[in-house]
């Protein structure tokens, strides 16, 4: 993947740098994080074009992460068939009041671009999306790009691999608290219920 990477950034110039960035927002599975960082290494651009790339390759990502939102935006009409709709209007209006921040947030890791797909199923306001986006991609692509300018490409691979690997596993950790910590309140809810019932019962029976 490592010597495709470089054979691309070769061959296409910058090009290369906005359709590789252009294929991850669109959620598939592509190192656009890595065509960044190998674009500033191999090339070498001016600090001038450097910042002008950061900036046209953050908006082409954020014009094409609008395509997962706009499938997440249609798929909720299927969900609300499968899915009771209270439940449904009820994660819609926690994402929109307080997960909106993990659209910019998320970006620079591996389930950024699936964000966009929960962003759209809780119709977040397209103009929100689109500068949290933005907001969030922008500086990851700029400081991928110095870094590769400044020739650090091997250590900051190796670094991003670690960070993800560290990330997946704390949010497993923190999925499987979260899914404990339900089944064992939901529990402990069934049998303070069944109490009050024999309660009730008992008393009825005086």
Known sequence: MFDFVINLIKELGMWGLFAGNAIEASSLPFPGALVTL?????????????????????????VCSYIPYGIGYKLKDKLNEKTSSKKLAKGQ???????????????PLGIGNYISYVAGISKVNKWTFGGLTFIGIFPITLTMLIVGKNGNLKYV????????TYLLIGGAILLIGFLSYKYFY?????NTSCLDDESS?????E
């Open 38 to 62: 190998t674009y500033g290494y191999l090339l070498d651009p001016s600090w001038t074009k450097l910042i002008i790339l950061a900036f046209t390759s953050s908006l082409v990502y954020t």
């Open 93 to 107: 209006k926690w994402f929109r009041k307080c997960g909106l921040w993990s659209i910019a947030i998320t970006r």
């Open 157 to 164: 691979q190796s670094l991003m691999s670690n960070i993800q």
């Open 186 to 190: 939901r529990f402990k809810a069934k």
């Open 201 to 205: 019962i008992a008393k009825q029976t």
